[in-house]
């Protein structure tokens, strides 16, 4: 399920990538607002994430960790996010990604996504040249 | 236990703080590096930021969210953090707090911890004047 969320975010597929959020998911993105509550607040999101590429995201996944028991479980990873924005500036940065789970009716859904970047303490600017 | 993280925090209790840790938690934080692992390091964080405050650290809890089963739980919340800075500065910050747990010898500890701030997508600077 994992790999299909980062498949469908370099695919910019936005239905396939939707199909992994259960209807209440509470999304704590790199931007405002503070949470993206609900699935049609998440996809807008998405769609606008997905807009600022010119063709395909880059996402590799690195130091997964995994906890699963019963019908809970969770997820941390460092996903490095790169590709050509809009304005042909190429970059690439490593964000923080957490992924909370539900098991409901069967299937296992995504409840919970925190992603961020983390930011100079002197000058409070994002930190996109961090490194693992 | 989320009470006894948040106590610990207003009154700069360190071994009280770290009692809620398991020894290989993977913490994502609001500064780099990308991930502080291990008690030594994530208590080391912490005295960094407490040390940035003159007097306790103000921090209310909202929007909290809980998933328990088995030995796997998660909680989703947002922290208001306030106080006076070192330079005299009052500041107060909504925050973005994920805390994954797992029950380890009848326990619950926390192995993972993500905390983070927005950035606002045009110049990539804090955004501190969120509000939930």
């Not at 296992?108 to 409070?124: A, G, K, V």
Request: proline letters at 5%; aromatic letters at 10%.
């Amino acid at each position: 399920m994992l790999d299909r969320r980062v498949e469908a975010c370099r695919a910019k597929d936005i239905d396939q990538l939707m199909s992994v959020y259960s209807d209440d998911i509470v999304y704590f993105d790199v931007v405002p607002p503070l949470q993206f509550i609900g699935t049609d607040a998440v996809r807008r999101n998405f769609v606008r994430w997905f807009d600022e590429y010119d063709g395909p995201i880059g996402l590799e996944t690195q130091d997964l960790s995994v906890a699963v028991n019963g019908d809970v479980a969770f997820a941390h990873m460092l996903h490095l996010d790169s590709g050509t924005r809009r304005n042909g500036l190429e970059l690439a940065v490593w964000v923080h990604s957490t992924v909370c789970l539900r098991r409901l009716d069967d299937q296992w859904l995504i409840t919970h996504e925190h992603i961020s970047i983390p930011h100079d303490p002197n000058d409070w600017s994002a930190v996109v040249d961090a490194k693992p």
